[in-house]
């Protein structure tokens, strides 16, 4: 009901974080458009988690620490699954529920870390995907070293740069080393599957 009506030669797009992972969501699109075309920025689910947790933190400030949450069993070492922050980075459970409504040729992924990295190029297979002609080009970028982040020499409609607005680029706070190298020897077999299943190594566990 939310979706404005698209005429001939438009393109609607509409972006939602939780899609990806509402188990409901691939049916309800499909049942909408099944030849929607969908594109999913995922990024390195460890950072992912530790970015999820710095945000929570920033607006609830009394929350469990970090290890607490990440660890059904300190001792043993065993990951809570139930903590959802750690659930999204489950990227291959998540895709297998969407591959039962779209094909893959549907679905492209951008690495949120080549974002940040090469935006010009990551949005170049963006522009590709959705048979545009590519106008998005490294001119249109600068790097602003505050932010840590690429920003838009202009803003649509304006001659002023325009940059991911506060609750981006938040510093994270330190994190154990042996909870973060626990965390990636969990997430490493889940992106293994995640690799084959796209046919792209995003790189993350090296």
């Not at 509402?22 to 920025?41: N, Y």
């Not at 992924?109 to 090469?118: A, K, M, N, Y």
């Not at 690429?150 to 994190?175: D, F, M, Q, V, Y």
Request: glycine share 6%; charged share 25%.
């Amino acid at each position: 009901e939310l979706m404005p009506r698209t005429l001939d030669g438009q393109i609607t797009m509409e972006k939602t974080p939780s899609y990806f992972v509402t188990k409901e969501a691939p049916a309800r699109i499909s049942a909408m458009s099944k030849d929607a075309k969908l594109i999913v920025v995922v990024r390195d689910p460890v950072t992912r988690v530790i970015s999820d947790y710095t945000q929570t933190l920033s607006k609830r400030p009394d929350i469990p620490t970090f290890e607490s949450l990440t660890f059904k069993n300190r001792t043993t070492g065993l990951i809570d699954i139930s903590w959802s922050a750690i659930q999204i980075g489950i990227y291959a459970k998540h895709l297998e529920n969407w591959l039962q409504y779209f094909p893959m040729n549907q679905i492209l992924f951008v690495s949120g870390e080549r974002l940040i990295t090469d935006p010009a190029g990551e949005l170049g297979r963006v522009q590709d995907f959705l048979g545009l002609k590519r106008i998005i080009t490294d001119k249109h970028f600068y790097f602003n070293k505050t932010k840590g982040f690429p920003c838009l020499k202009k803003a649509e409609g304006s001659s002023k740069p325009h940059c991911l607005g506060k609750t981006k680029g938040r510093t994270h706070p330190n994190i154990n080393p042996e909870v973060v190298k626990r965390l990636r020897e969990f997430y490493r077999p889940f992106n293994m599957k995640f690799y084959q299943m796209t046919g792209h190594d995003f790189g993350w566990n090296r």
